[in-house]
């Protein structure tokens, strides 16, 4: 069965960055495009950044020029690095195959505050 744990998210003010790490169980990792998605309350759930296995990426247009997806075949870990966070980036963020696949890990909250 597929497991993703993600980890890294937390409070920051506005203009501040955080890290988020998503570790990824058995071969689905190194088979797989991998993506973060988030979901903000009331809101659906949205890609936020893909990466395919090539290291080709996509981001969300809010998202541009702010966040890097990563991804580290070796860890099994993708990664995403956002800086310049602004309120509206306040979500629970998960990771998932991209497309996403039906296993969503636990997510990780990110909170920025004005």
């Known amino acids: 069965q597929v497991q993703l744990v993600e980890s890294g998210g937390g409070l920051v003010q506005a203009g501040g960055s955080l890290r988020l790490s998503c570790a990824a169980s058995g071969s689905i990792f190194s088979l797989k495009a991998m993506g973060w998605y988030r979901q903000a309350p009331g809101k659906e759930r949205e890609l936020v950044a893909g990466?395919?296995?090539?290291?080709?990426?996509n981001y969300a247009d809010s998202v541009k020029g702010r966040f890097t997806v990563s991804r580290d075949f070796v860890k099994n870990t993708v990664y995403l690095q956002m800086n310049n966070l602004k309120p509206e980036d306040t979500a629970v963020y998960y990771c998932?195959?991209?497309?996403?696949?039906?296993?969503w890990g636990q997510g990780t909250q990110v909170t920025v505050s004005s």
């Open positions: 998932n195959t991209w497309p996403y696949g039906p296993n």
């Open positions: 990466i395919t296995r090539g290291g080709s990426t």
